[in-house]
Each structure stands twice: as C-alpha cells, then as structure tokens.
Nanobody, 123 residues
Framework: QLHVVESGGGLAQAGGSLRLSCAAS????????MGWFRQVPGKDRDFVAA????????FYADSVKGRFTISKDNAKNTVYLQMNSLKPEDAAVYYC????????????????WGQGTQVTVSS
C-alpha cells in the first residue's frame, strides 16, 4: 500500500506563494495517479489537482486553475503543489492521496490518504 506524507504548509499572505510536498513510501508511486484535496472545518473535502503517473497529464479544479501547479518527481517519489496568488479562500488542510481510478477528481476514487498539512492565508 502506498503511504504518503504531506509537508510544506504554513502561513502566507494573500497574493503570496507556498509549495506543498507529498512524499510517497513505495517505488510503485510511479504507477499511481496522485491528487491533492483540501478541506475546511465543517465542509467536504474538495478536489484541487491531480497528476498522471507519467506526469504528462494534469487536472485542476476551476478555482485554482492558473494559480496552482501540480508536478511530480518519480525519482524522489514526491508530488508537489505550487500555490501562487493565494487567496484567503485557499486556506484549508491540504491532503495528498493516490488512485488508480479513472475519475481523478472524485474523493471516493482515492486511497492512502496522508495526515494533511495546514495552509493559512492572511488577508
């Protein structure tokens, strides 16, 4: 089973940037689609971005298109989420997870969730 650990969260000002990392524990990381989701208290966990096993295809929620970039380094078993032009509404706990399913924007497709990393954005 793929285990993941997120890092890189913290406090940023509106308009600023943060880069999140998701380190996977298994070499078979290369065969998984990796995704980022986010969740604020009392709300559902929402899709943010996903990247194919090869890194050749990326998927984004409309709310982050043009501001966030997902990438991966298969040699390091790591997925990144570069977040630019942050907005207060981007504040959430960000989670990384893996899937082999086709619907990469659906929460139920994913397994092997990490513990999450908190992102706070000050206005």
């Amino acid at each position: 089973q793929l285990h993941v650990v997120e890092s890189g969260g913290g406090l940023a000002q509106a308009g600023g940037s943060l880069r999140l990392s998701c380190a996977a524990s298994v070499r078979t990381f290369i065969t998984y689609v990796m995704g980022w989701f986010r969740q604020v208290p009392g709300k559902d966990r929402d899709f943010v971005a996903a990247i194919s096993w090869s890194g050749g295809r990326t998927f984004y929620a409309d709310s982050v298109k043009g501001r966030f970039t997902i990438s991966k380094d298969n040699a390091k078993n790591t997925v990144y989420l570069q977040m630019n032009s942050l907005k207060p509404e981007d504040a959430a706990v960000y989670y990384c997870a893996s899937t082999t399913a086709q619907r990469v924007d659906e929460l139920r497709s994913y397994t092997s969730w990490g513990q999450g990393t908190q992102v706070t954005v000050s206005s």
